[in-house]
């Protein structure tokens, strides 16, 4: 068996061709959709980021802000500038870009962002509402997982789900809106990290397995079930034959003789977490100026 391949390249223009329809009648509304990307210090990773994301906006209709704060700059700053952005009526989405320089209190940054303001999902108002059922904004990541679960024709209900990473900006919401009450969750879900015993009897007993831990190709075919689904967030450089190159958190040459599909690093869950980015900003420009938006991304 060799598995048919998820193309996330493909899916997140299916989903920027949704947004931007939807910016465009946003527009006719005399709403133009603004998101607010700020960025601390130089890092040379996360200026790309922004880069892209900028972009991304651009292609589909949405007004991008660029808000730059010297890296030596004391944390102040940074809430001063968010807190604009928060009382600011133009804009409707912020992102603050991650890693921060290590004056700056991540958690605190977090909670300072608006919560209907919070396109990242992160803040704990939003994370509470997921939880509930009743989110506002998904996080980027998660959300992606699953449309690229819904166009892999994977139904969701019954299944036996691993996910490989507890982190609170994917492993837990997606393992969340996974187990919850509609048509692309009802799964069981195991969580698994790096305490759990005997990772691969875990990852076997799947029908589908999301890897998110951050380790390079730890997940390889023998921990599969035939024809089980994965889907790979990891994005790791390592350094092989002399030369730098992106692996994801599977396998993937050994994986791909054993699962039934899986989803590609890159081009597979990367394209779609900026894709979903996009869905929480027309998302957000609606419930800030109170206009329906009637987007489903998944």
Not at 66 to 77: F, K, W
């Amino acid at each position: 068996m060799t598995a048919d391949i998820i193309d996330g390249d493909a899916v997140a223009d299916a989903v920027r061709d949704d947004v931007a329809t939807t910016a465009e009648s946003l527009s006719a509304a005399g709403v133009e959709p603004t998101l607010a990307t700020v960025l601390m210090g130089s890092d040379p990773a996360s200026e790309t980021y922004v880069s892209l994301k900028q972009d991304d906006c651009a292609e589909v209709g949405i007004e991008a802000r660029d808000v730059r704060i010297d890296g030596d700059a004391p944390a102040s700053e940074l809430y001063d500038a968010v807190a604009e952005l928060n009382d600011d009526p133009d804009v409707h989405g912020v992102l603050v870009q991650q890693p921060l320089p290590d004056q700056v209190d991540d958690d605190e940054v977090v909670r300072a962002v608006d919560p209907r303001k919070d396109v990242d999902g992160f803040h704990p108002e939003n994370l509470g509402r997921l939880v509930r059922g009743n989110a506002r904004y998904v996080p980027c990541t998660p959300l992606g997982v699953q449309r690229l679960l819904a166009e892999a024709g994977v139904d969701t209900a019954g299944a036996d789900v691993v996910v490989v990473g507890r982190s609170t900006i994917v492993g837990k919401p997606l393992a969340t809106r996974l187990t919850t009450k509609n048509d692309s969750g009802n799964a069981t879900v195991t969580v698994c990290h790096s305490r759990t015993d005997d990772l691969a009897a875990k990852t076997r007993a799947a029908d589908v397995v999301v890897a998110a831990v951050g380790v390079p190709e730890l997940v390889d075919g023998s921990m599969l079930a035939e024809g089980a689904v994965v889907v790979d967030v990891g994005i790791n450089r390592v350094e092989r034959d002399g030369e730098s190159t992106l692996v994801g958190d599977v396998d993937y040459e050994s994986a791909r003789e054993v699962a039934g599909a899986i989803t590609p690093v890159p081009g597979g869950v990367g394209p779609m977490t900026r894709a979903m980015l996009l869905v929480n900003t027309v998302r957000a420009a609606g419930l800030v100026e109170g206009v329906d938006v009637a987007l489903e991304a998944v």
